[in-house]
C-alpha cells in the first residue's frame, strides 16, 4: 500500500513537472534580484540619461567581466487565468575594487527604456575584489510575443565593458499562455454541422472569465471577412452556444471567437478546410457577349483552363486555354458554347472538370450523319448565322490519328441546316467540323459507320441549304392533318345524303302498301312483306290476310 501511494505521488509530482517544466513555463511567487557569495543584492531605478563613461582602470580584464548571460521568459500568476509574464535575466558577474555593481536596462517597441541599478555589498567587510558573483533579476514585465533589447554595464560605467542582447517572449501559441494569460485566452471552439439544414452549432469554452464573448462567420484571406453571421454570448448564460445557417460549406468559411475586450485575440476553426472541390462552381456564361467566366469563392492558387471531353472521359485541354486563378475573376472570351467544351481547374494535387453546357442549353450548333434512301450524309443545323470548317480526314490501322484529306468552309444562316450529301466507296472515313470566328471552339468528328455502303464526297456542300428535320415532321403534321379534316367532311356529308334518300323511299313505300291492301282481297292470297328498319318500325315482317 505504502508503495502505491509512493507511485501516485511520484506520478503526479512528474506531471506537475511537466506543467510547469518542459509543457509550460516557470512559475515565479513574486519578482525581485537574487545573488550568491554571500553578498547582498539591493536595485533602484536608474536615471534615462547615463554619465558619460569612463576609462577602464589599469589592469582590469574587460574581457571577463559578465559571463553565462541567459535571457528567459517566467511567469507570476495571482490566481486563475491572472497571469503575467516576466524577462529573467541571469548573469555571472567579475568584482573588483573598482566596479561595485551593474546597470541593466530594457527596451521594448514603442516604449520608453527601463533601467535598474543593482548594487552589491558584503555582508562583512571583507574585500570583494576577484570575485564571481551570480546575479538574477525578473522584475521586468513583458507581453506576450514581445521582443525586448537588453543591455547590462558596469557600476561606474567603464567604456567598452557593454554588453547588448535581445530576447523575444513567447507567443499567444503556447497552450500554457492560452490557458493562464488574459491577453492570450481565446476560447476554445467546437461545432456540429447540419448538412441537411445547412446549420453550424458552435459551443464555446475555456472563454475569458466575467466577460461576454463574440462568435461570429467569415471568409478566410488574409484577413476574416464578415458574413454578417454574428452572435454575441452572455458571460451569465450557461449554456454558451450558437446557432449559423450557411449557403455553401466552402474551404475558406470559418468560425471566428473573441472576448469582448479591447485588442482581444481570436479563434478561428474552419471546419470544411477540405471541401476544396466546392470552389469550382459559379460558372457563368453570357450569350450575347460570348463569355464563359469564374470568380473563385475564396484565394486559391489553381490553374484555369478550357477543355474538350471525350466520349472516355477524357477531357484534353484546348491550345492557348489557361489562367493562373487566385482572387481575381477568371474570364474566356469568344467562346462556342458546346455540351463538350468544359472547365478544368488544376491545383497542386488534384484536377476537377466542369461542364456548363452538358445539357445543351446554350448549345448554338449541331453536327449529325444522316440517313436517306440508303444513302450517308451529313447536316450541320445551327441556331445562330455561323462559319463552319470541315474536314475530311482517313483513320488506318497504323494511328489512331485521322489524317485531313479534304477541308472545307460551310455557312449556314439562323435557324437554318446545311447538308452535305456523300456518295461512293469510303472506309475509315470521319469528318470532323468546328466553329469558325470564335477564339475557343471544339471540334466534333462523326465518322461513318459501315464500309459496305459506298459513299463519295460529292458536290460536298449543297447548293440549297436543306430544311432542318424538326420543319420536316411539321409539315408531314400539318399535312395529314388536312387529310383527317377533309375525310370527316366528306363522311359527314355522305351520311345527310343517305338520311334524306331513305325519308323519299319510306314515304313511297307505305303508299304502295294502301294500294296493296285494297287488292289483296281479290286475289285471296298470303303475302309476306319485310319491313324496312329504316323507316321506323321494328318488327321484321308485316303478315297480310284475307
Not at 541571469?90 to 546597470?103: K, V
Amino acid at each position: 500500500m505504502v508503495k502505491m501511494i509512493l507511485f501516485v505521488a511520484l506520478l503526479m509530482s512528474s506531471c506537475c513537472l511537466g506543467l510547469n517544466g518542459a509543457s509550460g513555463l516557470e512559475r515565479i511567487e513574486k519578482c525581485g534580484t537574487k545573488c550568491s557569495k554571500g553578498l547582498r543584492c539591493k536595485s533602484k531605478p536608474d536615471y534615462i540619461f547615463h554619465p558619460v563613461c569612463q576609462n577602464p582602470a589599469e589592469g582590469l580584464d574587460t574581457s571577463s567581466i559578465f559571463q553565462n548571460i541567459s535571457l528567459s521568459t517566467v511567469m507570476r500568476c495571482e490566481g486563475r487565468q491572472k497571469c503575467s509574464l516576466h524577462l529573467r535575466i541571469h548573469t555571472t558577474l567579475q568584482l573588483s575594487e573598482s566596479i561595485t555593481g551593474l546597470s541593466i536596462c530594457t527596451v521594448t517597441e514603442g516604449m520608453m527604456s527601463n533601467c535598474q541599478i543593482i548594487s552589491l555589498k558584503r555582508a562583512s567587510n571583507q574585500r570583494q575584489s576577484g570575485l564571481q558573483v551570480e546575479v538574477e533579476h525578473d522584475c521586468t514585465e513583458i507581453s506576450p510575443n514581445q521582443s525586448v533589447k537588453v543591455t547590462m554595464e558596469t557600476v561606474p560605467s567603464y567604456c567598452g565593458i557593454t554588453w547588448i542582447g535581445t530576447h523575444k517572449a513567447p507567443g499567444c501559441s503556447s497552450k500554457d499562455l492560452q490557458r493562464n494569460v488574459p491577453e492570450c485566452i481565446t476560447g476554445r471552439l467546437s461545432y456540429n454541422v447540419n448538412p441537411q439544414r445547412k446549420e453550424l452549432s458552435v459551443s464555446v469554452s475555456d472563454m475569458l472569465e466575467d466577460h461576454n464573448y463574440h462568435l461570429r462567420l467569415c471568409k478566410k484571406d488574409f484577413i476574416c471577412t464578415d458574413t454578417g453571421a454574428y452572435a454575441l454570448i452572455k458571460k451569465e448564460e450557461p449554456v454558451k452556444s450558437a446557432t449559423f445557417p450557411f449557403s455553401r460549406p466552402l474551404p475558406c468559411l470559418c468560425i471566428e471567437g473573441w472576448s469582448a475586450v479591447t485588442d482581444a485575440p481570436r479563434v478561428q476553426v474552419c471546419p470544411f478546410k477540405e471541401r476544396v472541390e466546392e470552389l469550382w462552381f459559379g460558372i457563368n456564361f453570357d450569350p450575347l457577349e460570348e463569355t464563359l467566366s469564374w470568380e473563385p469563392p475564396c484565394r486559391v492558387s489553381a490553374v484555369v483552363g478550357l477543355c474538350q471531353k471525350r466520349e472516355d472521359g477524357l477531357c484534353m485541354d484546348l491550345p492557348h486555354a489557361s489562367q493562373n486563378a487566385s482572387r481575381a475573376k477568371i474570364s474566356f472570351t469568344k467562346v462556342d458554347p458546346h455540351p463538350q467544351l468544359c472547365m478544368k481547374f488544376t491545383t497542386w494535387s488534384q484536377s476537377w472538370t466542369r461542364c456548363p453546357f452538358a445539357n445543351a442549353r446554350f448549345q448554338a450548333w449541331e453536327f449529325a450523319v444522316t440517313r436517306y434512301q440508303g444513302h450517308e450524309g451529313v447536316e450541320i443545323m445551327s441556331q445562330i448565322t455561323a462559319d463552319f470548317s470541315v474536314e475530311l480526314c482517313a483513320k488506318s490501322d497504323e494511328s489512331d490519328e485521322c489524317r485531313i484529306t479534304n477541308a472545307h468552309t460551310v455557312h449556314v444562316e439562323k435557324h437554318q441546316a446545311a447538308g452535305l450529301n456523300l456518295k461512293g466507296e469510303f472506309c475509315n472515313t470521319c469528318l470532323q467540323a468546328k466553329r469558325m470566328g470564335v477564339e475557343f471552339a471544339v471540334t466534333v468528328i462523326r465518322c461513318l459507320d459501315d464500309c459496305n455502303k459506298s459513299w463519295s464526297l460529292s458536290s460536298v456542300i449543297s447548293s440549297q441549304p436543306s430544311e432542318p428535320l424538326t420543319w420536316v415532321i411539321v409539315t408531314v403534321g400539318v399535312c395529314l392533318s388536312g387529310v383527317i379534316i377533309i375525310t370527316l367532311v366528306l363522311h359527314i356529308l355522305l351520311t345527310v345524303n343517305q338520311k334524306r334518300k331513305q325519308k323519299r323511299s319510306c314515304s313511297s313505300k307505305k303508299q304502295i302498301d294502301a294500294s296493296i291492301k285494297s287488292v289483296v282481297p281479290a286475289f285471296h292470297t298470303q303475302v309476306l312483306i319485310p319491313d324496312s328498319p329504316s323507316c321506323g318500325n321494328t318488327e321484321k315482317a308485316v303478315l297480310i290476310r284475307d
